[in-house]
Nanobody, 127 residues
Framework: QVQLVESGGGSVQAGGSLRLSCAAS????????MGWFRQAPGNEREGVAA???????SYADSVKGRFTISQDNAKNTLYLQMNSLEPEDTAMYYC?????????????????????WGQGTQVTVSS
C-alpha cells in the first residue's frame, strides 16, 4: 500500500515562507502523478500544485508565482516551496498520489484523479 506522510507545516506571518515535504513509501507501480491539495474549514478541498511523471507541473492561479512543486525521486519525496505566504493560504495541506498516471494540465489539479492521500499538515498564516 502506498503511504504518504506530510511534514513541514507550521505558523508563519504573512510574507514568510514554508517548505512542505511528502515522504512516500510502498510504491508498486511506475509513472506517478503527485499533487498538493488544501482545505480550509468550511471550504472545498482545492488543488494547489501537481506534477506528473514527466515533470510537467500545474498550479492554481492563486499560488502561481509564489509556490513551487518539486520532487526528489531518489528520496521518494515531494516538496512544496511556499513563498510570499498570505492569510488566504491558511489550510490543511494534503499530499496525494496516482499511479500509472499520464495526466497533464488542469487535470492534474482534480481531486478525483488521485488514489492515495496523506494525513495532512497544517499551515497557518497570520497577518
Amino acid at each position: 500500500q502506498v503511504q504518504l506522510v506530510e511534514s513541514g507545516g507550521g505558523s508563519v506571518q504573512a510574507g514568510g515562507s514554508l517548505r512542505l515535504s511528502c515522504a512516500a513509501s510502498g510504491y508498486t507501480a511506475s509513472s506517478y502523478c503527485m499533487g498538493w491539495f488544501r482545505q480550509a474549514p468550511g471550504n472545498e478541498r482545492e488543488g494547489v500544485a501537481a506534477i506528473n511523471s514527466g515533470g510537467t507541473t500545474s498550479y492554481a492561479d492563486s499560488v502561481k508565482g509564489r509556490f513551487t512543486i518539486s520532487q526528489d525521486n531518489a528520496k521518494n519525496t515531494l516538496y512544496l516551496q511556499m513563498n510570499s505566504l498570505e492569510p488566504e493560504d491558511t489550510a490543511m495541506y494534503y499530499c496525494a498520489a496516482r499511479p500509472r498516471c499520464f495526466a497533464q494540465g488542469w487535470l492534474l489539479l482534480l481531486e478525483r484523479l488521485f488514489d492515495y492521500w496523506g494525513q495532512g499538515t497544517q499551515v497557518t498564516v497570520s497577518s
